[in-house]
Structure formats: structure tokens, C-alpha cells
């Protein structure tokens, strides 16, 4: 028997959106904020996109953003969170699909295999969204705000920085992701409390030795 909501009609009475996965990949590269992008010959006057695919009959959700993610941008290992659904019928002129929006911040080291590789880029961020297809725009000014509100209550909550650092490399990357300056001696008050001494220094090869920090180990319930 053919499967019925409550009031009796059939699922197959009622119109049935395309489910798409769109992902912003957000890094930091020469002291800004980038999403990456990847070549996209769909949408007539749009060269580049987010990663994204339509999802297949009996996938999940996070199974097409990994697809995605390894085919179009060359790129694996990853756990994007969703980000927020973008269901305005129309958003895309191919017909009605609504994306179920990601996001994922990465560190610039670990893009370098994908970006070397044809077809994908990064875009500075840098006061403005850049001209995507689509309601990309909107989805990379989600992932923005979502990445800023997130940078403001922890120190590098996206691990944009790996191993050891010091507290002028976590404040430029804060500077990059928030889009403006940040006083060093306000930061260093907010931020140090929430940081790890390593008992260590730089070499002070590039001015003064400074101490080295790393951010407090979590358990598995997330808690330091």
C-alpha cells in the first residue's frame, strides 16, 4: 500500500522538492578570511560555486556533503556541521530545491592538496561576498556570521591554527575571521585565561621570544 499522511492523501499528492547540500569551507589565507570555491559551468555568467550536489535517493544528508566535498573540491577527512536550511522556491531557476547549508573551517595547510589541483580556488572575504550562483551569497554570509559568533566566545573554536602559538598569531587569525582589528591588550585578557601554557618560547628568530600557548584538551562529552 502506497504510504498516507493523516488526512488520508497519499505521499505521491503532494509536490516534492529537489534536496541539494551546499558547503562554505572557510580558511584564513594572507591575514583574511577566504571560502573555498570550485568550478561551475551550470549556472549561465557564474564560473565558481560552493561545493555542493544534489542528494541521492536514500542518502543521508552528511554522506552527500562528504561526496561532494571529495569529488568536486578534492577534499576528505572532514565533519562539516550544517549550517541552515535555504528553502526560498526560488532560489534556483533550474526549478524548486531548497540546500541544506554547511559549514566547516579549515586550516589553510590542509586545503593545500585540493587548491593545488584544477578548479578550485579561494575567495578573500574582505568587506564583501562574492558574486556566486544561486543564494550562494546568502549561505557564505551565514557561514560568516556563524564562524564571527563563534570566534567571539572561544580562541580559534574552528582550529585554524595547529600545534603551538602565541598570542599575536591567535589574535591575527580572530582579526582575519572577524573582519577588524582587535586590541592586543584587550584580547590577550579575554583570550589567555582560555589558553594551555606550553612552558615553552619561539626562538625569537622574528623579534622578542614569546610564550607559546595551545587551547585546553576535551574530553569526549566536549568539556575541557
Same mark, same amino acid.
Given at each position: 500500500m502506497e504510504a498516507t499522511n493523516d488526512a488520508g492523501k497519499s505521499l505521491g499528492a503532494y509536490p516534492r522538492p529537489s534536496v541539494a547540500v551546499d558547503t562554505a569551507v572557510l580558511t584564513v589565507s594572507g591575514g583574511?578570511?577566504? *571560502? !573555498?570555491? *570550485? +568550478? =561551475?559551468? @551550470?549556472?549561465? /555568467? =557564474?564560473?565558481? %560555486?560552493?561545493p555542493g550536489t544534489f542528494l541521492h535517493e536514500g542518502e543521508r544528508l552528511a554522506d552527500a556533503v562528504l561526496r561532494s566535498l571529495r569529488e568536486k573540491a578534492h577534499i576528505a577527512g572532514r565533519q562539516p556541521k550544517q549550517l541552515h536550511v535555504f528553502d526560498d522556491p526560488q532560489r534556483d531557476p533550474r526549478g524548486w530545491v531548497l540546500s541544506v547549508a554547511h559549514l566547516d573551517v579549515v586550516p589553510l595547510?590542509? !586545503? #593545500?592538496? +585540493? !587548491? &593545488?589541483?584544477?578548479? *578550485?580556488k579561494l575567495l578573500p572575504l574582505v568587506n564583501v561576498v562574492p558574486d556566486l550562483p544561486y543564494d =550562494?551569497?546568502?549561505?557564505?554570509? @551565514? +557561514?560568516? #556570521? $556563524? %564562524? $564571527?559568533?563563534?570566534y567571539a566566545a572561544e580562541p580559534d573554536p574552528g582550529g585554524l591554527l595547529t600545534g603551538a602559538f602565541t598570542l599575536r598569531d591567535l589574535r591575527l587569525i580572530h582579526q %582575519?575571521?572577524?573582519?577588524e582589528e582587535l586590541q592586543r591588550d584587550t584580547f590577550r585578557r579575554l583570550a589567555e585565561p582560555k589558553l *594551555?601554557?606550553? /612552558? #615553552?618560547?619561539?626562538?625569537? &628568530? $622574528?623579534? $622578542?621570544?614569546?610564550r607559546l600557548f595551545r587551547k585546553p584538551q576535551k574530553t569526549k562529552a566536549g568539556r575541557p
Open positions: 583574511d578570511l577566504c *571560502v !573555498l570555491v *570550485v +568550478a =561551475h559551468d @551550470k549556472a549561465p /555568467g =557564474h564560473q565558481w %560555486a560552493l595547510e590542509e !586545503l #593545500e592538496p +585540493a !587548491l &593545488a589541483t584544477n578548479g *578550485v =550562494h551569497p546568502s549561505i557564505v554570509a @551565514k +557561514a560568516v #556570521e $556563524r %564562524a $564571527r559568533t563563534a %582575519a575571521v572577524m573582519g *594551555v601554557p606550553t /612552558g #615553552e618560547m619561539t626562538d625569537g &628568530a $622574528r623579534g $622578542r621570544p614569546s
